[in-house]
């Protein structure tokens, strides 16, 4: 998987998680304990103005995405 398939699948699975959501502001990369896992602290975008949803997607759940 090329790094643009996997921003767009870790896009898609953070906007499952919130119907309510109208977009992605920003993906960040996120530093867990266990330094084998990779991580995304992903900031989402609603219809109200200063309301960001945040939520975490981990390797493991593109892996879940992708099979």
Same mark, same amino acid.
């Given at each position: ?10 896009? $898609?699975?953070?906007?499952? $998680?919130?119907?309510? *959501?109208?977009? *992605?502001? /920003? ?7 266990? /330094?084998?896992?990779? #991580?995304?602290? !992903? ?10 949803? !945040?939520?975490? !997607?981990? #390797? ?8």
């Amino acid at each position: 998987m090329n790094e643009y398939e996997e921003q767009l699948t870790i896009e $898609r699975i953070a906007l499952s $998680r919130y119907p309510e *959501v109208t977009g *992605v502001k /920003e993906i960040q990369p996120f530093m867990m304990t266990d /330094e084998k896992t990779d #991580a995304w602290l !992903v900031i989402l975008t609603t219809a109200q103005g200063f309301e960001f949803p !945040v939520t975490l !997607v981990t #390797a493991e759940d593109i892996r879940g995405e992708t099979q």
